[in-house]
């Protein structure tokens, strides 16, 4: 196994990989396999539907691996076929349009020290406790910086819901972000 | 203290974008096994194809190659059975290095009319088929090889049957007598013995002419023409005048025999 495993290059693996070497392919899962569970992550709402989005997105990555051209960065590449693959599980496993209109919430003012004091993991925790819908829409506009009319495509909805998911799930997140602010100052003290 | 959409989104951006995550070992595992397992699918279609081939060429030398045992059987049931088509039924076990081999196929003709009414038995069976495979060729073509009336008689050339004609009143005729002995084992009519030996190579190629297939004898003219790409084939079958098949044309190897006109029968 020393088998100049650090000395490929992306380019030279992705060739391997084209040619079907299982072991080219592995080499590549674990080069991208945990900045893309990264991703994953933020689409699911655990670990176990991740896992479940990861290995959907990576049999894609190979199988497509002929599609890919060189054009851009392979690891934006490998990104959006995660990303679609994971919308894709919703629209599996999940009635994720079913958006529930909650009663009106009033925008709430969120201390910007208090949101930049989070770290990942509970930003994380943030967005995996969004309902599905507002959380693709949070992530694909918010993070990977897609415009409404890309997530309207993509999702399957129009730019209107878009816009007012995207609003919806600020205001949750800011609500939740109050709430644990609170707790952290307003109580514990 | 208000934040705007854009930095709040931006702190999102920042923290999450890089965030990274080991997955457990069940994630390599499972797309390892599903490519396996689609690769698989891929690998299978070509052994399907070959598979195939491999039968159908199997049962075209069942059908075509000499076979060197069995001949006292088979000389039994010519005996025994009203004098039809017998063809040779050889099996691909008939080892090509020996020359020595030789089929004899005897033409016998009927006193009632027996062939006729197999051949047209299968016939039916056949005949619907939209695209007569040679698969089809292969068991359509088996049926008649179990049944008695048909009989193959082969043997050693120091053990060579003679067609006798003994039953009378049959008009028989003996077409070709080439190197033999006296019989000991045959002794019912025959019409046409040939003496063949096995075919190792097609010498010459010519396209056969294009036609459908109305009965026995088109269908096995179909199989030959795939096997024996020669201007004359191992075996040939026209139709005559009654829209029933002969046997008209005989070639293998050395022995040629060719029925010009629709003879004594």
Request: glycine residues 6%.
């Amino acid at each position: 196994m020393m088998f100049l495993e650090h000395n490929y290059t992306i380019d030279e693996l992705v060739k391997r990989c084209k040619a079907g070497e299982r072991k080219s392919q592995e080499l590549l899962y674990k080069q991208f396999a945990s900045k893309m569970m990264g991703v994953c992550l933020r689409y699911a709402t655990d670990r176990m539907e991740a896992e479940d989005m990861l290995q959907n997105g990576f049999i894609r990555v190979f199988q497509k691996m002929g599609d890919f051209r060189g054009e851009g960065s392979f690891e934006g590449w490998v990104r959006r076929i995660m990303v679609h693959s994971s919308i894709e599980y919703y629209r599996k496993h999940h009635k994720m349009m079913q958006v529930v209109e909650e009663s009106e919430m009033d925008e709430q003012g969120v201390n910007p020290v208090a949101v930049a004091n989070l770290g990942a993991k509970e930003l994380m925790v943030l967005i995996q406790k969004l309902s599905p819908g507002y959380r693709m829409v949070f992530n694909l506009y918010a993070i990977e910086g897609y415009s409404h009319k890309e997530i309207a495509a993509i999702v399957g909805i129009t730019e209107g819901a878009s816009k007012s998911q995207l609003s919806r799930a600020r205001t949750i997140l800011k609500e939740q972000i109050g709430k644990t602010e609170g707790k952290k100052y307003g109580y514990a003290g | 203290m208000d934040m705007q959409d854009r930095e709040f989104d931006d702190v999102f951006r920042n923290k999450l974008d890089g965030f990274e995550a080991e997955p457990s070992a069940k994630v390599w595992m499972g797309i390892d096994a599903t490519l396996d397992e689609k690769s698989r699918k891929k690998a299978i279609m070509p052994w399907l194809s070959i598979a195939a081939s491999i039968i159908v060429l199997l049962s075209a030398g069942i059908l075509f190659i000499p076979k060197k045992t069995s001949t006292q059987h088979h000389g039994e049931g010519i005996v025994k059975t009203p004098p039809v088509h017998a063809i040779a039924q050889p099996k691909q076990e008939t080892p090509i290095k020996e020359p020595a081999l030789q089929t004899q196929i005897a033409v016998v003709p009927a006193t009632a009319k027996p062939v006729i009414r197999h051949t047209k038995k299968i016939e039916k069976t056949v005949a619907p088929a939209e695209k007569p495979t040679e698969q089809i060729a292969k068991t359509e073509i088996a049926k008649p090889v179990e049944q008695p009336i048909l009989a193959a008689v082969s043997q050693k050339q120091q053990q060579v049957t003679q067609p006798v004609v003994p039953d009378s009143g049959t008009p028989l005729t003996v077409k070709e007598t080439a190197n033999y002995n006296m019989p000991d084992l045959q002794t019912k009519p025959a019409l046409i013995a040939r003496q063949q030996t096995p075919v190792t190579k097609p010498t010459a190629t010519a396209s056969p002419k294009k036609r459908g297939i109305h009965n026995f004898g088109d269908l096995v003219n179909l199989v030959v023409a795939k096997v024996d790409k020669r201007k004359d084939k191992a075996l040939q079958f026209t139709d005559d005048d009654e829209d029933e098949s002969t046997l008209t044309a005989v070639n293998i190897g050395p022995v040629k025999i060719k029925r010009e006109e629709k003879v004594e029968r």
